[in-house]
């Protein structure tokens, strides 16, 4: 069964930077798409990014430039850096994948395995 898990969230101040982390255990990086959402309470699951075995990268169009998605697949895990974060930024962060290529920015309905989420708390 593949596993998502997310790391790497935290309180920082605005201004700052994060990288999250994402390793799924019992699937590999290569050969699946995996991408990040994030959710701010009570509101919807908003798309973030994500990424394929050839590197592909898709972003939200209202979050490129501070975000940056990549893998190392020879650990086995996708990372979300996000610098000057902002307070809207504050949400639950999570990891999901599918098998196959990203097509597109897809939505949380195309991917198949879901992580716990990591909180990102960024104050002012």
């Known amino acids: 069964q593949v596993l998502p898990v997310e790391s790497g969230g935290g309180s920082v101040q605005a201004g700052g930077s994060l990288r999250l982390s994402c390793v799924a255990s019992g699937a590999t990086v290569s050969g699946n798409c995996v991408g990040w959402f994030r959710q701010v309470a009570g509101k919807e699951l908003e798309k973030v990014a994500n990424?394929?075995?050839?590197?592909?990268?898709n972003y939200s169009d209202s979050l490129k430039g501070r975000f940056t998605i990549s893998h190392d697949t020879a650990k086995n895990t996708v990372y979300l850096r996000i610098n000057s974060l902002e307070p809207g930024d504050t949400a639950v962060y999570y990891c999901?994948?599918?098998?196959?290529?990203?097509?597109?920015?897809?939505?949380?309905?195309?991917?198949?395995?879901w992580g716990q989420g990591t909180q990102v708390t960024v104050s002012p």
């Open positions: 999901a994948t599918t098998r196959g290529a990203c097509i597109g920015l897809a939505p949380a309905t195309a991917y198949d395995y």
């Open positions: 990424i394929d075995t050839r590197s592909d990268t």
